[in-house]
């Protein structure tokens, strides 16, 4: 046996280098072809979840704070463990930056493809006035963003407008229908 081969035994048994074993069958991570190995991106949500559970409570915020000046919100009893992002521990300006944010980046997310509707049809990123309106929310929220850096109320207003106007442009034309089999369409 040589030095080497004893040494790397050593580090071994004694923890300092773990050997990585695969159970058998184990299937490894998807990965998207050409970006380094990353793992490529799944719609794990569809889109009426995603708006419920990430645009509608994130744009709440930024509405709240075009009405009454967040710096003047009480902290939660426990801020650690509030549910109201404006009185959790990040909360205040804070959060209507966080949540400007949140909302520019979830532009992302509606361009992944595979995502569905609620109602099982496709969500349309093919269609030329899909990647506008998602354009249009992203710049919504930076431009709320910079508005909650400012902690300027006409600043904020301003920016709540352009959001509704993003918001309004989207569901008015796949949202707002008589049936929600008619949506995404």
């Known amino acids: 046996m040589t030095t080497r081969s004893a040494l790397s035994g050593l580090l071994v ?3 300092l280098i773990t050997i990585a074993v695969e159970p058998a069958g184990a299937q490894p991570p998807a990965r998207t072809p050409g970006r380094g190995g990353s793992p490529a991106l799944q719609a794990e949500a569809n889109l009426g979840q995603l708006m419920k ?3 509608f409570p994130n744009s709440n915020v930024v509405f709240f704070a075009q009405s009454q000046d967040p710096a003047k919100v ?6 650690s463990v509030a549910t109201d992002p404006l009185q959790d521990s990040y909360g ?4 209507v930056e966080n949540s400007s944010l949140a909302l520019a980046e979830a532009a992302n997310l509606l361009m992944i493809p595979g995502r569905k509707c609620a109602n099982g049809l496709p969500v349309p990123i093919g269609n030329a006035d899909w990647p506008k309106f998602v354009q ?8 709320a963003y910079k508005a909650a850096q400012s902690k300027d109320m006409d600043k904020i207003l301003d920016a709540a407008d352009t959001m509704t106007t993003a918001c309004s442009n989207c569901h008015d034309r ?12």
Do not use: S
Request: charged residues 35%; aromatic residues 6%.
């Open 92 to 95: 205040k300006w804070q959060a």
């Open 136 to 143: 249009g929310l992203r710049e919504a929220g930076m431009k």
């Open 174 to 185: 796949y949202r707002e229908k008589p049936t929600l089999a008619e949506r995404c369409k």
């Open 13 to 15: 048994l004694t923890g």
């Open 53 to 55: 559970g990430i645009l």
């Open 74 to 79: 009480p902290p939660a009893k426990d801020p």
